[in-house]
């Protein structure tokens, strides 16, 4: 007999279980009896809220029925019509001027917004912290969601009185409390609070290799996040796109938490977008070899995609163009440009069409004698969407490059590991710091052990190494954290 609960009825619960089981799935309420009326209310909710026919589609055409193409994948370097690129020699200076202009136009004018990926955990740092709190060793302790906010802050104060970069932060089951908990304790890192929104990205039921759900607990389903690619519905069902669309934002920049070397709302990025007319924009950064373990945006039948560097074969991952470059030479960097009007009208005309990949991974689950399995090896299958699955979309692509030292450090590995990890974000934050000084005409002492100077310059002082004219001439210690150009430590 099903225990009471003011939750649901017994005619409300019978239609469920029904839908359930004419979706081959009826087994997720073998233990419903079992469950005290709290938790019972629970389930019913969460069960309520899975669409489970659409979620049985998802596993059929990704799983059981995945759309094979008749013929091999026809790769392409991107065309040059297609992209420009920052780099030294290449682009003119007046160039970059021109799109630095256009996007600080746009900032002045309270058009353009930023949306922060953060639903990762720091799970691999040693953290159960939302990523974004991670401190990764400055002098000034910061963590990635302060260092982002203090650039916010700063383009705000360049573009002058009234301007307003609104921040829109997507978090996950995970992390959406914490987050929002940190931003509150630390007074929203200096921004208004009305200027910021959180947001949930989807998720999925985890299904085991037949395509049944599994239960994670007797009255829990199994669930992960639904992949990066979840931003754009999470967008629509949030009301975020008409939270934008009602403060008159029109062009929008996307970045992942874990890259501290982030320009927040990049004025040149979406000067560069805008100007060419674009609906959609990557930044990309070259390859450091041909066999750099990154995907690589191109051509794929014609059409925009990103293609891992799994399913590039070595004769064309070493093609190079004329000038000596490598024709597939364009590494993403999830670092995007929307147009607001391409996520309200486009993006949901596509949004069925965009597929889903296959994570299989280990899933604790309950067996069907209710107890606790924790598998030694993968035993079901998670469903997501990439945020790049996009592409192939859209029309009006703009791809600019940029250079990795300035604009790319992730932050992927444990301590001590020696690639994307804490102490290599640190070291090209800080390496970025110096550059900056030095650009401006100053010295930073070298310590005697010939060791990195623990010398980092707040963004609150200078976005992209500009406003240091001040330094010039000066030779500046080593250790310290610069936030008064009045007040630095000269030797």
Known sequence: MVKGTSSFTSE????????????????????????????AAAFFEQLSAIDIERCNDFFDRTVRNPQTCE???????????????????TSSSEDVDKWHAEGMRLIRE?????????????TRLGSSAPKGCYDIGLPSGKS????????????????GEGATIPWLVMTSGPTSAATQKTFADNAYFGLNAEDVFFFNQGVLPCFDTE????????????????????????????????????????HIHSYCVDNCLVRVADPVFVGYAVLRGAECGALV??????????????????????????????????????????????????NHYYSLEFLQKRVPEIEAR????????????????GEVVRPAKPNGIKLERFVFDVFPY???MAILEVDRAEQFSPLKNAPGTGVDCPETSRSDLISQCIRFAEAAGATVQKPADGSQPSFEISSLVSYAGEGLESLSGKTLAADQYITDLDAVIVV
């Open 285 to 334: 950064v070259p390859k450091k070899s041909w066999d750099e373990s990154v995907g690589v945006i191109c051509k794929r039948n014609g059409k925009y995609a990103v293609v891992e560097y799994s399913e590039i074969s070595t004769e064309t991952a070493q093609m190079t163009r004329s000038n000596g470059d490598l024709a597939y030479n364009a590494g993403n960097i999830c």
């Open 110 to 122: 309270n058009k353009v917004a930023v949306i922060l990926l953060a639903g990762g955990q720091g």
């Open 12 to 39: 409300s619960l019978a239609a469920l279980k029904k839908r359930f089981a004419d979706a081959s799935q009826e087994h997720v309420f073998k233990f419903f009896n079992d469950l005290d009326d709290e938790s």
């Open 71 to 89: 013929e091999a994948a026809v790769l392409e370097p991107l065309p040059s019509e297609s992209f420009s690129s920052t780099l030294p020699g």
């Open 144 to 159: 990635l969601f302060s260092i982002q906010a203090d650039r916010i802050r700063r383009l705000q104060n360049i573009a």
């Open 354 to 369: 965009l597929e889903h990949h296959i994570a299989r991974k280990k899933i604790v689950h309950v067996s069907d004698s």
């Open 211 to 250: 395509g049944k759900i599994l239960l994670e607990s007797t009255g829990r389903v199994a669930v992960a996040p639904d992949g990066n690619g979840g931003i754009y519905e999470a967008l629509r069902l949030s009301g975020a796109l008409d939270w934008l669309q009602a403060r008159g934002i029109e």
């Open 394 to 396: 859209v029309d009006k």
